[in-house]
């Protein structure tokens, strides 16, 4: 195989043939139990094949007096040709040197998977367990809606409703994920996250991981919640600045 002239080329020999981690770890976030495959086989597994393509990973923690204050810069760089993909993590300050620890591995476990695109064994698993979880929220929500207006429509006959347009943000055809992120909703956060300056992929799915409070490797997988919070905080920032 002829040596990588980029970094381009580098990942695109990398991911023809990715190499699969094993979530041989346990963790806890909140209430849940997770696993998950730590720092060292990320290093051992994802690092050593890149280097082979001459592609190294370098990552910096940084206290800095602009927000966010504290961040890990990183960068993904074929040495040859000096291409590289750089960016910022934010993490957050803490006065337990133990969890900044925490925090700083998982971000240098996180960014690499991000940058490179390898999923663990089980990672379409754990997407339909989560989006099962939502959408079974979303039919009891709705089935206590239903009973609550049938309870109140008991004593009157119901009455023809005219068929209308669809309201601002509905797919007139009903389709879409249940409780997921709308196409307008899309549109605005994509929106706002250019406004921010955010305009590097791994930046911006960061800044969202970070604030909704676990790993995202795509808009699409935020509800409409997550993504009205973003938003939102977008929104805010954009205010206070």
């Given at each position: 195989?002829?040596?990588?002239?980029?970094?381009?080329?580098?990942?695109?020999?990398?991911?023809?043939?990715?190499?699969?981690?094993?979530?041989?770890?346990?963790?806890?976030?909140?209430?849940?139990?997770?696993?998950?495959?730590?720092?060292?086989?990320?290093?051992?597994?994802?690092?050593?094949?890149?280097?082979?393509?001459?592609?190294?990973?370098?990552?910096?923690?940084?206290?800095?007096?602009?927000?966010?204050?504290?961040?890990?810069?990183?960068?993904?760089?074929?040495?040859?040709?000096?291409?590289?993909?750089?960016?910022?993590?934010?993490?957050?300050?803490?006065?337990?040197?133990?969890?900044?620890?925490?925090?700083?591995t998982y971000a240098r476990r996180y960014v690499l998977l991000a940058l490179t695109g390898v999923a663990a064994e089980d990672e379409?698993?754990?997407?339909?367990?989560?989006?099962?979880?939502?959408?079974?929220?979303?039919?009891?929500?709705?089935?206590?809606?239903?009973?609550?207006?049938?309870?109140?429509?008991?004593?009157?006959?119901?009455?023809?409703?005219?068929?209308?347009?669809?309201?601002?943000?509905?797919?007139?055809?009903?389709?879409?994920?249940?409780?997921?992120?709308?196409?307008?909703?899309?549109?605005?956060?994509?929106?706002?996250?250019?406004?921010?300056?955010?305009?590097?992929?791994?930046?911006?799915?960061?800044?969202?991981?970070?604030?909704?409070?676990?790993?995202?490797?795509?808009?699409?997988?935020?509800?409409?919640?997550?993504?009205?919070?973003?938003?939102?905080?977008?929104?805010?920032?954009?205010?206070?600045?």
């Open positions: 195989m002829a040596e990588p002239k980029s970094l381009d080329e580098a990942l695109l020999a990398f991911q023809a043939n990715p190499p699969t981690l094993v979530k041989d770890k346990s963790g806890q976030v909140g209430n849940q139990r997770t696993r998950y495959a730590d720092l060292v086989q990320v290093n051992a597994v994802v690092l050593s094949a890149l280097n082979k393509l001459g592609v190294i990973y370098k990552t910096r923690p940084i206290v800095r007096d602009v927000e966010p204050r504290f961040v890990l810069a990183y960068e993904l760089r074929h040495v040859a040709s000096g291409t590289s993909e750089a960016g910022e993590y934010p993490l957050k300050l803490s006065e337990n040197p133990m969890q900044m620890g925490s925090a700083i379409d698993d754990d997407g339909q367990s989560a989006s099962g979880r939502y959408a079974q929220r979303a039919d009891r929500r709705r089935q206590a809606g239903n009973a609550a207006e049938a309870g109140a429509t008991t004593q009157r006959a119901p009455r023809p409703r005219p068929a209308g347009p669809a309201l601002p943000g509905e797919n007139p055809n009903g389709a879409g994920r249940t409780g997921g992120i709308s196409e307008p909703q899309q549109r605005k956060l994509h929106a706002s996250l250019r406004d921010a300056g955010k305009t590097d992929r791994a930046t911006a799915l960061a800044f969202i991981s970070e604030l909704i409070g676990r790993p995202v490797g795509s808009t699409t997988e935020l509800t409409g919640s997550e993504a009205s919070q973003v938003i939102d905080r977008l929104a805010g920032d954009q205010a206070n600045a």
